[in-house]
């Protein structure tokens, strides 16, 4: 499953996510990236996340969805630098949601400066918590960020 968690949409990500299938998560609080993703994580099967403002890199899900690693991402540029363990675009494959059916509860229970659940730290405590599991981000080719930074 294609999964495009969204508040808006940009429009090229919006045909991307037609052209493929991708089902769309309306999220509309700060802790609804969360909700979206721990019901997604609950449904059989690899789950890739494509965020509202991505565009991946032409095949990147097709690479991904046939690769043998069970977390997948495809770096972007960011106004910092690269974001390379980001939810951007990324795939969790069947096997890690199944051996870790209660991740995404143990996501939302961390907090720091930011409430937890908070969408503004999903990724980097997501990263986390499968780098503590003992799972390393396999890379793939890099994707499009369109966010505007102006």
Do not use: Q
């Not at 690769?67 to 980001?86: D, F, L, N």
């Not at 494959?93 to 199944?98: E, I």
Request: proline share 7%; aromatic share 6%.
């Amino acid at each position: 499953m294609i999964a495009v968690p969204s508040p808006t949409l940009h429009p090229l990500t919006a045909s991307w996510a037609a052209e493929h299938g991708a089902t769309l998560c309306h999220v509309d609080r700060p802790d609804g990236y969360w909700e979206a993703l721990a019901v997604l994580w609950t449904i059989p099967g690899d789950l890739v996340v494509v965020e509202h403002d991505m565009l991946p890199a032409p095949g990147v899900t097709e690479t991904m969805a046939a690769c043998r690693r069970p977390w997948c991402t495809s770096p972007y540029r960011v106004e910092a630098g690269m974001a390379r363990e980001s939810l951007g675009c990324t795939r969790f494959a069947a096997r890690l949601k199944t051996r870790h059916p209660n991740l995404m509860g143990r996501l939302g229970e961390i907090g720091d400066e930011l409430p937890a659940k908070d969408w503004r730290r999903l990724d980097v405590r997501l990263a986390r918590l499968l780098r503590d599991l003992g799972y390393r981000a396999h890379t793939h080719r890099l994707s499009a960020h369109l966010h505007n930074y102006t």
